[in-house]
């Protein structure tokens, strides 16, 4: 248990659905993170939120659409979805955005584009 | 940014020292190297970080050369429930650090 909870932890949906990733952290951090890793792949940046505000969008397609509505909370709105998005996609917060202040990981959302 | 390179895997024994050594030749001034340990369908936990010199913290400790252009976690007396994908990650800020593909450790019994 890290701190960091994501909710569902499986999804499936089809090409034309939508449905939103959630992300909650009880460690009063204000950094949170989206990130994305398919198989056989390494971990992708897509987000960055630093107090709510975004301070990074890895050149992430607009079918994924992040949200931050307070420091606890970090949501990924999907739409429109390929089926080469299926992969985990994982939360995690920090402190802060500086290097030195670890990372705290979620268990991750499996999510499958059929 | 710095890019790393580390072996793509590696075997143990249970009770054995491991060190995986990762390379970062083009590290910059204010650089941090910092590891991460990845189980199957699990996010990464934060191992060690460290700037310069030695680290040690209770699970691992980290050595890093003078000229920085490499870094070795060890890990003492490792157990089976070690086996894992271990990152090596050099970057001045959390946006900076990009997971590589990692060193897959298997410990075998």
């Known amino acids: 248990e890290t701190g960091v909870t994501q909710t569902p932890r499986h999804l499936v949906m089809g090409m034309t659905n939508k449905k939103s990733l959630k992300c909650e952290q009880h460690?009063?951090?204000?950094?949170m993170y989206w990130y994305k890793q398919s198989a056989k792949k390494p971990l992708e940046l897509m987000f960055v939120?630093?107090?709510?505000?975004?301070?990074e969008n890895n050149s992430v397609p607009s079918r994924f659409s992040p949200e931050c509505p307070n420091s606890s909370h970090l949501f990924l709105h999907l739409h429109t979805l390929q089926p080469e998005d299926s992969a985990l996609y994982l939360c995690?917060?920090?402190?802060?955005?500086?290097?030195?202040?670890?990372?705290?990981f979620g268990p991750g959302t499996r999510l499958t584009v059929t | 940014l710095a890019k790393t390179t580390q072996p793509i895997s590696m075997d143990s024994y249970e009770g054995q020292e491991v060190n995986i050594t990762c390379s970062h030749n083009n590290i910059a001034t204010n650089d941090y190297i910092t590891w991460y340990q990845q189980f199957p369908s699990q996010g990464p936990r934060f191992i060690i970080q460290?700037?310069?010199t030695k680290v040690t913290n209770e699970v691992a400790s980290l050595f890093i050369p003078a000229d920085r252009k490499s870094s070795t976690l060890s890990l003492p007396r490792v157990s089976l429930s070690d086996t894992a994908v271990y990152y090596c990650?050099?970057?001045?800020?959390?946006?900076?650090?990009?997971f590589g593909s990692g060193t897959q450790l298997t410990v075998l019994p």
């Open positions: 990650l050099v970057g001045g800020s959390a946006r900076q650090l990009t």
């Open positions: 460290g700037y310069k």
């Open positions: 460690l009063g951090h204000n950094a």
């Open positions: 995690a917060s920090s402190q802060g955005e500086g290097v030195t202040y670890e990372q705290y």
């Open positions: 939120y630093n107090f709510k505000e975004q301070t």
